[in-house]
């Protein structure tokens, strides 16, 4: 009788324990899908593409940025000599040259870089990077991120993120800017904030602006490994440069880096690929692989690439839009590229 209690007692712990670890594998299981589902392993094919007639025909040149406002159907599109855009019924890509005809851009003093809006409370939010040092168009030489409650802005002056501040760099200030489904923003530097440029110091900082009852909270800092190989030989390039960012969900973004190779040695090509970053503590990790690599996945070669925005759809495989800046002056015979991917 005692053995076969002492049997009994053993039996029931056995299947005590077992019952305890199938609870602790089902909860690391949850554990692990949670994260599964959050870190998402975006990869991206090329899709389509129309390339605009070269300067001065048309309007849309210097395009910096782009993003689609769901509630209106709209594209905004900025440049970064001040031009606005706002599209309606746009369809397909192509559609973007054939309004350009007759819309007439709306002239502002800023040089955007970036813009975003916020779903919820209709407030835009924008980037914007002046000249290193001043020039005859524009004496200005900070960059800054603010925002307006509403857009068109009703008021004169804009809120700050980023409150005006000198260049890190040359030609290196602040051009991405993101926002996540509940509102929270983020923000890349071009190349790294004031110490973080120079080749040798790879690691740099993305800010996190969490939204508040009154705006949002000081920044959170997370650091992000930028890719400074790309183009070694140009004096500015070789810092490369991180031209849009986009949200994923609010811990993931996609990463647009982008350089020029110039400078004696160089090919005088743009170097872009479009990285997956995820949030791991206060760490932005990119994946080891880039999400879509634009000079070996194309059928022609990027040029310029500065704006990105999610591109509509009804449901299946998302997609993104890229758009590329010619740049300034009639010599240089760049023309805008719209591209679209499609997730893999």
């Known amino acids: 009788m005692y053995r076969f209690q002492q049997y009994f007692c053993q039996t029931q712990l056995f299947y005590q324990d077992v019952l305890r670890m199938n609870k602790i594998f089902l909860i690391l299981l ?53 031009n606005y855009f706002v599209f309606d019924s746009i369809k397909t890509i192509r559609d973007f040259e054939k309004a350009e ?10 040089w955007f870089e970036a813009v975003r809006f916020d779903k919820d409370n209709g407030r835009f939010i924008y980037a914007v990077e002046n000249e290193y040092e001043p020039i005859w168009e524009n004496i200005d030489s900070t960059t800054f991120v603010a925002y307006y409650d509403s857009y068109p802005p009703k008021v004169g002056k804009p809120h700050f993120l980023i409150p005006p501040m000198w260049l890190p760099a040359d030609n290196k200030g602040v051009e991405s800017l993101a926002i996540t489904e509940s509102g929270n ?15 040798g110091q790879d690691t740099i900082h ?59 040695g160089g090919t005088l090509t ?26 070996t996945q194309m059928p022609f070669a990027p040029d310029n690439l500065e704006g990105m925005s999610w591109w509509p759809t009804n449901g299946g495989k998302r997609k993104l839009i890229i758009v590329s800046d010619d740049n300034p002056g009639l010599k240089n015979k760049q023309r805008t590229q719209l591209i679209l991917l499609e997730e893999k």
């Open 30 to 82: 949850i554990v692990v899908s949670f994260f599964s589902v959050n870190a998402q392993k975006l990869q991206f094919v090329f899709s389509d593409s129309t390339i605009l007639p070269l300067k001065p025909t048309g309007n849309l040149h210097g395009i910096s940025a782009i993003e689609y406002v769901a509630s209106k159907n709209q594209w905004h599109l900025a440049s970064d000599r001040g």
């Open 206 to 264: 993305f800010r996190k602006f969490v939204k508040s009852a009154d705006g949002y909270k000081q920044p959170e800092a997370f650091s992000y490994v930028i890719d400074r190989s790309g183009c070694p030989f140009g004096p500015s390039e070789k810092r490369g440069g991180i031209s849009e960012i986009l949200s994923v969900n609010e811990n993931q973004l996609l990463v647009l880096e982008r350089c020029y190779d110039n400078g004696k």
């Open 270 to 295: 743009t170097k872009a690929k479009l990285w997956n970053a995820t949030v791991k503590g206060s760490h932005l990790e990119k994946d080891k692989e880039p999400a879509f690599d634009f000079n």
């Open 101 to 110: 005809k007759t819309l007439v851009p709306k002239s502002t003093h800023n």
């Open 185 to 199: 923003i983020w923000v890349a530097p071009e190349a790294g904030w004031t110490g973080e440029t120079e080749v």
